[in-house]
Each structure stands twice: as C-alpha cells, then as structure tokens.
C-alpha cells in the first residue's frame, strides 16, 4: 500500500478512535466508571471480538493490516507521554512517609501471584490454544506470573486522579506499590524473553540498566533539571524553547528504557517522577494532558483491541482455564495486597482501598500480553482470557474502591500524613 494512501487512511483511524472512545467513555461515566474503562473497552468493540463480528468487512476496511504499525507507533508515544505527566504528580515526601507500607504491599503483590502462577501453569500448558509449544514450563510460569501480578499503574493512576486522590498520601502508597510491582514484572518478563530467545544478555541489560538509569535519574538527572525549572516563572506562559527540551528529554529517556529491554513507559514516568515540582511540572500539565488523554492514549487501546478475540472463549477448555486465571488475579492481588497493607499498620479501609485498586490491570496488562504474543510466547487464546481478565479487573476497581471509602473524604483518606487543609 502506496505511504499516500497508508495517511488517508490513519486520519480516517484517529477520527473513528476518538469519537469512540470519547461516546464509550462518557457512557461508562454515567454508569460510574472511570472514562478509561470505557476507553479500554471502545478498544476491544472496534477489533474483531464486537465490529468485526457483527461487520467483518467493513472492519478490516476501515483497520487493514497495513496500518496497524502505524497505530502502533501512536500508542506507545501516547502510553509514554501519559506515563510521563502520572511521574508529574508523584510525591517523593509521601512515598518516603509510607515506605515499609509500599515495599510490603509490593512484595505481597508479586510473590502470592507468582505461587500461583507457578501452580496453574503445568495445568495450562496441557490446554490447546494458551502457550506456545515450544515454550518451557519455567518459562510459561513466570510469564503467567507476571501477567497475574502488573498492575494497571497508568489505569490505577488515572484512576486516582479522576478520584481526586492524585498527591494523597494513599495514592501515593498505591502508585509506588503499583511502580514497584511493574517495575519487577518487567525484569521478570525480560528474564522470559531472553531465555526463550536462547540470551541472557538481554536480561542483564535490562536489569542492570534499568537500575543504572534510574539511580542516575534520582541523584544527578534531578540536579541538572532544576536549571531548566529555574527558567519557567509562575506569571508567564511556558516558553516553546523549554517545551522543546523537556520533549525532547522525554523522547530519549523513553529511547532509553526501550533499547535495554525493559518499556518506554518507565523512562517517560522516572523523568516526570524527578522534575522539580512548582511551575515547569504545572504548566506541562496544563499543555500536554488533554492533548494526550483526548488524542494519543485512545490508540493504545485500540490497537490491543484489533489483537483480542474473545470468540475463543467459547471452547470450553479456555474458557476453565479462564476462570481459573480469574480466581488466582483477584485472589493473588487483591487479598495479598490488602493483608500486607494490614501487617503494616493500616487501617481497614486503606487497606481494603489498596488492595481494589492494585487489583486494577488494565494498561500494563495490555501492554506485556502484547509483548507476549509478538514474541511467540503466548497464543490468542491465552491473550484473550488475559484481556478479559484486565477489563474484569479494571471495572471491579472503582465501584470496590468506591464501596470502601463511601463514608471517608480525600482528605479524612490523606489524614494520616497530610493534614486536610493542604490537600
């Protein structure tokens, strides 16, 4: 297909996309969900699970196989830029308050789901359809292990946010404990990669430079930026010339984090995490959210949804196999996470409202299945038991969060650390 026609045709994608997700979110709005579940959902009705089933012809009219690494290209610049701007509004003085907190809430929630994992993969791995054959029994655990255990960090961030809980000292605790568990999930999920492409380079690239990176980004990266924050003053708008290099900063810690194997999110999120907080994160907001939220994040959930056919869960060995993904995601997260919070000294309720919305998998989760099956790990059934899982997961976190914090404001939530006139 002439490049020419290729541009017509993702103009025509982008219209369709946005006027979609825009109609399936205010819909899941009304119905008291966040925007983005609607969004996540606009994904999979657009592929061949819903349009495609009911206008097949017309679906792969409109999404011919030709334009899909054009939409590809979209979605990981809308998922990283968005990844980028959650980083804005994380609160170091919160994270280091509720420390022992995240760490527990994050070990429980990447240990319990990977015993899991561990004990449901030699079971799945007889099913037709879930794991390629050439996969190996170490590797098929840890894959499932850490699809179980991400968590939705930029779902659970947006979340937060539409909740009016962003800079809370309880969402700060869920994101660092949500960043944490994918931070891990991600090492692990190179660990398989490597080992199924026959290298362990790249895993040790991955690990090793993941680290390195992010230590660099917190020690030095932090100091020189805020020689560039010093040029934005809160009474002017934000100049052209500073907007280009904090793109451009963006665009080359997201290069960064992609070329040693672990995601383009993480490098897009760690240099909004270590911006200097004041006018330069503020007027970045205020300049690139709905941009992004409105035009580029909708691509990546319609290009997962073009891969998802849950018509293959009408066999009805997935389709246990899916229940069984099920029990083990809720059960391994949500219950895990909310005991360690417990352990740890929280109350009930915050710990009941962590473990709802650490439960929540819906980006992150896309994200790896994604991975998965381009690398040959997985195959579409697996792939869409794994996307059910994460519209179940991500719709079940609201109305639970909202069902344990109906009779406690933000900032009686916040309490503990910030006092309610700061909030």
Not at 135 to 155: D, N, Q, R
Not at 292 to 299: A, E
Not at 363 to 378: K, P, R, T
Request: proline residues 4%.
């Amino acid at each position: 297909m002439p490049i020419s026609q290729l541009s017509v045709y993702f103009f025509l994608q982008i219209a369709v996309i946005i006027v979609v997700c825009q109609l399936v979110g205010r819909l899941a709005q009304k119905l008291g969900q966040p925007q983005v579940v609607g969004e996540m959902i606009a994904g999979v009705t657009l592929g061949p699970s819903l349009f495609g089933l009911l206008l097949p012809d017309l679906q792969r009219a409109l999404f011919p196989k030709e334009t899909i690494g054009m939409l590809y290209v979209g979605a990981q610049l809308g998922v990283g830029l968005y990844m980028f701007l959650v980083g804005t509004e994380f609160r170091a003085d919160h994270f280091k308050s509720r420390f022992r907190s995240a760490v527990s809430v994050s070990v429980a929630g990447i240990v319990v789901p990977f015993i899991l994992a561990f004990a449901l993969a030699p079971w799945l791995q007889t099913v037709p359809g879930l794991f390629a054959a050439k996969v190996k029994p170490l590797e098929a655990s840890m894959f499932l292990g850490a699809a179980i255990a991400i968590t939705a960090f930029p779902m659970l961030a947006r979340i937060i946010h539409e909740r009016g809980l962003a800079g809370t000292s309880l969402g700060t605790l869920a994101l660092t404990a949500g960043a944490v568990d994918d931070a891990i999930a991600w090492c692990i999920l190179a660990i398989v990669l490597s080992s199924f492409g026959g290298s362990w380079g790249g895993a040790y690239l991955a690990i090793g430079g993941g680290v390195a990176y992010a230590l660099f980004m917190v020690f030095i990266g932090s100091r020189l930026l805020k020689r560039l924050a010093a040029h934005v003053k809160p009474d002017m708008p934000l100049g052209s010339t500073v907007l280009a290099i904090v793109l451009a900063l963006f665009a080359l810690s997201a290069f960064a984090m992609d070329a040693i194997g672990i995601h383009a999110v993480f490098g897009g999120f760690l240099l909004g995490a270590v911006l200097p907080r004041g006018a330069l994160t503020q007027k970045l907001r205020e300049q690139l959210q709905p941009f992004v939220v409105v035009f580029l994040l909708p691509i990546f959930f319609i290009y997962s949804g073009l891969n998802t056919r849950l018509a293959v869960l009408l066999d009805p060995g997935i389709l246990l196999a899916a229940v069984a993904i099920l029990v083990a995601s809720f059960a391994g997260k949500g219950i895990a996470c909310w005991a360690a919070a417990r352990a740890t000294g929280e109350s009930n309720r915050d710990a009941m409202a962590i473990g709802s919305l650490m439960n929540a998998r819906g980006l992150m989760e896309l994200i790896i299945i994604n991975i998965g099956l381009q690398a040959g790990v997985i195959e579409p059934g697996l792939f869409s038991i794994l996307v059910l899982m994460a519209i179940v997961s991500t719709l079940l976190a609201t109305p639970l969060f909202n069902w344990v914090t109906r009779d406690k404001t933000v900032a009686e939530v916040d309490a503990k650390i910030v006092p309610a006139t700061s909030v």
